[in-house]
């Protein structure tokens, strides 16, 4: 399967942005999506995964209550709805995919994922 993020820009402290996660290749919904970001100087850090049917995700506890993840397989998109970003959330966001056999949505490290997509940048201004 292949990926491709969009949908990034710079906003202000407060405001909201969706950024799409579309995917090429047959039977997308038999893969997990999860969503990573990556700031300049730290290491990628998982931000929210979501079950191959979106009944299941998970989020970090950073974004938890801010961010949301879901998906439409019909248009083989998962998106991520951010909410009152803060600038700390200023970040190259990523989506990655790994098949999987059931609803889990526990896969919180890189290597979790087989899959990968191009970046995009969201960019906060305070």
């Known amino acids: 399967v292949q990926l491709q993020a969009s949908g990034g820009g710079l906003v202000q402290a407060g405001d909201s942005l969706r950024v799409s996660c579309a995917a090429s290749?047959?039977?997308?919904?038999?893969?997990?999506v999860g969503w990573f970001r990556q700031a300049p100087g730290k290491e990628r850090e998982f931000v929210a995964s979501i079950s191959r049917s979106g009944s299941s995700s998970s989020s970090a506890d950073s974004v938890k209550g801010r961010f949301f993840v879901y998906r439409d397989n019909a248009q083989n998109t998962v998106y991520l709805r951010m909410n009152n970003l803060k600038p700390e959330d200023t970040a190259v966001y990523l989506c990655a995919a790994r098949f999987a056999r059931s609803s889990g949505t526990d896969y919180y490290k890189e290597t979790d994922y087989n899959y990968w997509g191009q970046g995009t940048q969201v960019t906060v201004s305070s």
């Open positions: 290749g047959r039977a997308f919904n038999n893969y997990l």
